[in-house]
């Protein structure tokens, strides 16, 4: 293995192979992660643009769309495409590329595919990291494809400056895109498949759906598309330029650290409830093992980790 | 430390017959890996480049015309140029046994012909992977 210094140059530098090795380093959780994404931080540049939707939305066909669109214009592109792991076998087929294969031998486009691996939001666990690495190599925009949504996975909305939803006729009626939750995320929402039958339903649907919005909120725009033919494309790509240029990038930065601040706290308390659970209880299986036998429940052992937790610090003192 | 086995499946040249291909890339997800699949008529650049910005383990490479002599080594040489002759390769497909020793010579770690359980498949590569670790 490459120690991480390398790594670190490599990515800098904008090395494939470094570039590869950091996106598993941090996908695999490595020790070295944390170090790595210390180092690239501050390096992250440009912008991220999420695309979420159904299944068979045509999210990826769309991403390779726009892939050719930001080359046209001289960007390098990162794509984290995100495909369900089986909660069963943890397994995972990765088929987001097979859309995007024309841009393979494009030394300026990096494409990772990713298993979501357990994590239910639409993303992977360790998607910020990834687009981390990506936008410190200088890839800009990342393009972030998650998993084919339902109807509450808005985590992406979370990760990404922009966010388009694509939704296409047939997936039900007007109260469908009355709901709560993915109709609400869309900074752009995407009509595709234009060529289709019930493309003007599903824009009135939307659209009467936009009108209940309460007053003092932005309303995405809604833009037809159809990814296949190109048709209505130069109308997205203008409505992503106008939201791009309507943020800052100051505004983009430190949000993305608050962000991240929160994402690294949750898995620092994970880490710190297990080696709690090692003093009070033996470790976890000790504990379930209490739980099982009926002698405690879950939420007792809640409690009595964290009075733990707060002996611990009575007893270092107040800093 | 959350590894997974990855391992791309890629299809070069002109066939499009790609049941083999995706009857592997099923089992391997069954059997708890992470399978990245490219689609059909890959050419070997592209199979390559993919293999090294998905950082895979494994390339397995599927082919029915029989332009395997050529394509095979193909993929071979340029994993071996950009410094990623640490991918282990395997293929599969309609492979007369007198071509495999050929395509062993070349890079390929193993070559499955038709009839092979996916069972087999998955016993190469968590035995090549035990090797490695």
Same mark, same amino acid.
């Given at each position: 293995m490459t120690p991480t210094a390398d790594i670190i140059r490599g990515v800098c530098e904008g090395s494939i192979r470094a570039i590869a090795r950091a996106l598993s380093l941090v996908e695999n959780g490595s020790p070295d992660s944390a170090d790595i994404l210390d180092k690239l931080f501050s390096r992250q540049q440009g912008f991220t643009l999420g695309i979420t939707g159904p299944p068979g939305a045509g999210k990826s066909t769309l991403v390779s769309r726009m892939i050719t669109r930001y080359r046209s214009a001289d960007n390098s592109v990162g794509v984290i495409a995100v495909d369900p792991?089986?909660?069963?076998?943890?397994?995972?087929?990765?088929?987001?590329?097979?859309? @995007?294969?024309?841009?393979?031998?494009?030394?300026?486009?990096?494409?990772?595919? @990713?298993?979501?691996?357990?994590?239910?939001?639409?993303?992977?666990? %360790?998607?910020?990291? %990834?687009?981390?690495?990506?936008? %410190?190599a200088g890839y800009s925009p990342v393009l972030i494809e998650t998993v084919g949504v339902g109807q509450a996975e808005v985590e992406?909305?979370?990760?990404?400056?922009?966010?388009?939803?694509?939704?296409?006729?047939?997936?039900?009626?007007?109260?469908?895109? @009355?709901? %709560?939750?993915?109709m609400e995320i869309?900074?752009?929402?995407?009509?595709?498949?234009?060529?289709?039958?019930g493309i003007d339903q599903?824009?009135?649907?939307?659209?009467?759906?936009?009108?209940? @919005?309460?007053?003092?909120?932005?309303?995405?725009?809604?833009?037809?598309?159809?990814?296949?033919?190109?048709?209505?494309?130069?109308?997205?790509?203008?409505?992503?330029?106008?939201?791009?240029?309507?943020?800052?990038?100051?505004?983009?930065?430190?949000?993305?650290?608050?962000?991240?601040?929160?994402?690294?706290?949750?898995?620092?308390?994970?880490?710190?409830?297990e080696k709690l659970l090692e003093l009070e209880y033996n470790g976890r299986e000790a504990a379930e093992e209490l739980i099982l036998a009926g002698q405690l429940s879950p939420y007792a052992i809640g409690k009595k980790l964290l009075e733990r937790a707060e002996r611990m610090f009575e007893h270092n003192g107040s800093k | 430390m959350d590894r997974k086995i990855r391992v791309l499946i890629g299809k070069p040249g002109l066939d499009g017959h790609d049941r083999g291909a995706k009857y592997i890339?099923?089992?391997?997800?069954?059997?708890?890996?992470?399978?990245?699949?490219?689609?059909?008529?890959?050419?070997?650049?592209?199979?390559?480049?993919?293999?090294?910005q998905e950082d895979v383990d494994f390339v397995g490479i599927s082919l029915l015309s029989g332009a395997h002599n050529?394509?095979?080594?193909?993929?071979?040489?340029?994993?071996?140029?950009?410094?990623?002759?640490?991918?282990?390769?395997?293929?599969?497909?309609?492979?007369?046994?007198?071509?495999?020793?050929?395509?062993?010579?070349?890079g390929y770690a193993a070559i499955f012909t038709p009839g092979t359980p996916a069972s087999e498949v998955v016993e190469f590569i968590n035995t090549q992977m035990e090797k490695r670790l």
């Open positions: 792991s089986s909660p069963f076998t943890g397994g995972a087929l990765l088929g987001d590329r097979i859309r @995007m294969q024309s841009h393979a031998t494009d030394s300026r486009v990096f494409i990772r595919s @990713m298993g979501s691996r357990g994590h239910l939001g639409g993303l992977s666990g %360790a998607t910020r990291d %990834a687009s981390c690495v990506l936008s %410190a992406v909305a979370d990760l990404a400056d922009i966010t388009l939803l694509v939704l296409v006729p047939g997936l039900g009626d007007d109260v469908q895109s @009355m709901k %709560a939750g993915i869309g900074d752009i929402i995407v009509l595709n498949k234009a060529d289709r039958n599903l824009e009135s649907y939307v659209k009467a759906s936009l009108e209940f @919005m309460p007053p003092g909120l932005k309303k995405p725009e809604v833009v037809r598309i159809s990814a296949v033919t190109g048709e209505g494309l130069e109308d997205l790509w203008n409505a992503i330029n106008r939201l791009v240029a309507a943020q800052s990038g100051i505004d983009r930065r430190s949000r993305s650290a608050v962000k991240t601040l929160n994402d690294i706290l949750q898995e620092n308390g994970l880490i710190f409830s | 890339a099923r089992a391997l997800r069954d059997a708890g890996m992470e399978v990245v699949y490219t689609g059909i008529r890959q050419t070997p650049e592209a199979i390559a480049d993919a293999a090294i050529h394509l095979f080594p193909e993929v071979a040489k340029l994993l071996r140029e950009k410094d990623a002759s640490d991918i282990i390769l395997f293929g599969g497909g309609v492979i007369p046994e007198e071509d495999i020793p050929g395509l062993k010579n070349a």
